[in-house]
C-alpha cells in the first residue's frame, strides 16, 4: 500500500495541533509515517545535537545509527546541505552509512523550526531499490513545514 499524502498531512496536523515540543512531534510523525506505507523499512529523525552533529531520535523499525557527523552518509548530506536526499541505491552514495544491511533506498529530509533552523533530519529507508521520488520529497517536505513551524 503507498501512502495517500493528502490524507496522512490531515491525520498528523490533526494529531499535533497544539504541541510545540519537537520530540513529542517527531515521535508522532515518525509513527504515522511508518505504518503508512509498505515500503517504509525504517523511518525516524536524527535530531542536531551539536556543530554538525546528528543523534538518533524518535523512530519506528529497527535499530539505527546512533550518532552521524554531518559529514557521513546521506543523512548528513541532507543535514550539511539542507536539501532533501533521494538516494535510488544507498550502495552507490559515496560515504553511504549502513545502519541496517537490507536498506536499498533511502529518501532523508531537513526539518526546520519557526526560525528556519535546522533541528532535525526525517529518514526513511526502504528495502526496495529507487523506492522514493520527488512526489514523495514534496509531500513529505509539506506535512514537515506545517508541523515543526512552531516547534521548541
Known amino acids: 500500500m503507498r501512502i ?13 495541533e497544539g504541541e510545540c515540543d519537537s520530540v513529542a512531534l517527531m515521535a508522532t510523525v515518525a509513527c504515522e509515517l511508518h505504518h503508512a506505507d ?3 523499512d525504517w523511518t525516524g529523525f536524527y535530531r542536531v545535537v551539536a556543530p554538525e552533529l546528528l543523534k538518533i531520535g524518535p523512530y519506528q523499525g529497527g535499530h539505527g545509527c546512533l550518532v552521524i ?23 552507490a552514495f559515496p560515504g553511504h552509512i549502513a545502519c541496517a544491511s537490507s536498506t536499498r533506498s533511502e529518501i532523508v529530509l531537513p526539518v ?14 526502504s528495502n526496495r531499490p529507487a523506492a522514493f ?4 520529497a514534496s509531500a513529505l517536505t509539506a506535512i514537515l513545514d506545517r ?6
Open 69 to 91: 557527523p554531518f559529514s557521513r552518509g546521506v543523512c548528513g548530506a541532507a543535514a550539511r546541505t539542507g536539501q532533501v536526499q533521494v538516494v535510488d541505491d544507498v550502495d
Open 112 to 125: 526546520r523550526d519557526g526560525r528556519g533552523t535546522l533541528i532535525a533530519v526525517l529518514d526513511i529507508d
Open 133 to 136: 521520488d520527488d512526489g514523495d
Open 4 to 16: 495517500d499524502y493528502e490524507t496522512m498531512g490531515k491525520s498528523i496536523d490533526a494529531l499535533t
Open 147 to 152: 508541523v515543526f513551524r512552531g516547534a521548541a
Open 38 to 40: 509498505d515500503r517504509f
